[in-house]
């Protein structure tokens, strides 16, 4: 299937999407293009844990996920955060469908490190045709990152912007789209608004991109070295399309860019 967008939620903004989000995302629809949601929710993640005082540390970006605390992820992404997603689809008319890993069989994992970082996967397959079917009836997924063990038991804990990035890859999609609380990648304070795998590398080193921007461009070019055409880092407190473009910051492997 063509012109999959795969569109990843941030946790930061999810509470504060604006109305022309959701517009652009009907927009998209209306122009043949399929867009494909996957949200994250640290942040309510972080709320919940807080009020029920367990202690949780992140280990190089990845929240480190016992038993108790992956009981706590499922009941925020899966739960509440997927819903509130898909009523706001709704409310805007436009036919959404929440899923988890296990759903379909969607995503399955196997742990990427469990001595370190507990019940944290690392995606081993994705369902395409259970998205294909559902995009070609005109559902827009709303995809929770959380995985299936292969064993039909466990359950995995994944990064959004990670899963955002397989999904892309699995689907073949045009472009994955992090929509997040900046917006874009800043240097100064300033949008880039265009760069390049090798210039992102060099970002990370000399320390101006860091945190939470780590793992949405680590995907990024993830997705690019796939075969992916583009990924952008957009903000969702503007209008996601200006007209029929998108404004944030594009990142394109190195020979593209420089055409
Ligand atoms: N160079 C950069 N440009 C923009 N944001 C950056 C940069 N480096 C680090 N960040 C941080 O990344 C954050 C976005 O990631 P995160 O908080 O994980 O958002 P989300 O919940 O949308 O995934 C920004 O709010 C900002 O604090
Ligand atoms: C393994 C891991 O760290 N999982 C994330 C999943 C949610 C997420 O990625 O949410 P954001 O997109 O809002 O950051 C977590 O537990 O917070």
């Not at 992404?77 to 036919?95: A, C, Y």
């Not at 988890?100 to 507990?118: F, I, Q, R, V």
């Not at 079917?133 to 299936?148: C, E, H, K, N, T």
Request: net charge negative; charged share 20%.
């Amino acid at each position: 299937m063509k012109n999959i967008i795969v569109i990843k939620c941030g946790g930061s903004m999810i509470d504060t999407l604006s109305d022309d989000f959701f517009i652009g995302i009907k927009k998209m629809q209306e122009t043949g293009f399929y867009p494909v949601i996957v949200h994250g929710g640290g942040p309510a993640i972080n709320d919940l844990l807080k009020d029920l005082q367990i202690q949780s540390e992140f280990v190089n970006g990845l929240r480190k996920t016992t038993h108790e605390i992956m009981e706590v992820v499922e009941m925020v992404l899966s739960g509440t955060i997927t819903n509130k997603l898909v009523r706001k689809f709704q409310k805007h008319g436009i036919s959404s469908i929440g899923i988890t890993g296990s759903d379909g069989g969607l995503m399955y994992a196997k742990p990427k490190d469990l001595e370190t970082l507990g019940l944290v996967g690392e995606i081993t397959r994705v369902n395409q045709k259970f998205l294909t079917d559902l995009l070609s009836i005109g559902m827009v997924p709303v995809i929770s990152p959380i995985a299936i063990g292969l064993n039909h038991e466990d359950y995995y804990n994944i990064n959004a912007d990670t899963v955002a990035g397989e999904i892309a890859v699995a689907l073949n999609a045009e472009k994955v789209i992090f929509v997040t609380d900046v917006p874009g990648v800043l240097k100064d304070n300033e949008i880039i608004e265009k760069t390049t795998e090798s210039e992102i590398l060099g970002f990370i080193d000399d320390g101006t991109i860091s945190g939470g921007m780590i793992p949405k461009v680590m995907a990024a070019i993830h997705s690019l070295n796939s075969g992916m055409k583009e990924a952008m880092i957009v903000s969702g407190h503007k209008p996601l399309l200006d007209g029929v473009q998108i404004k944030g910051t594009t990142i394109k492997k190195e020979l593209e860019a420089v055409k």
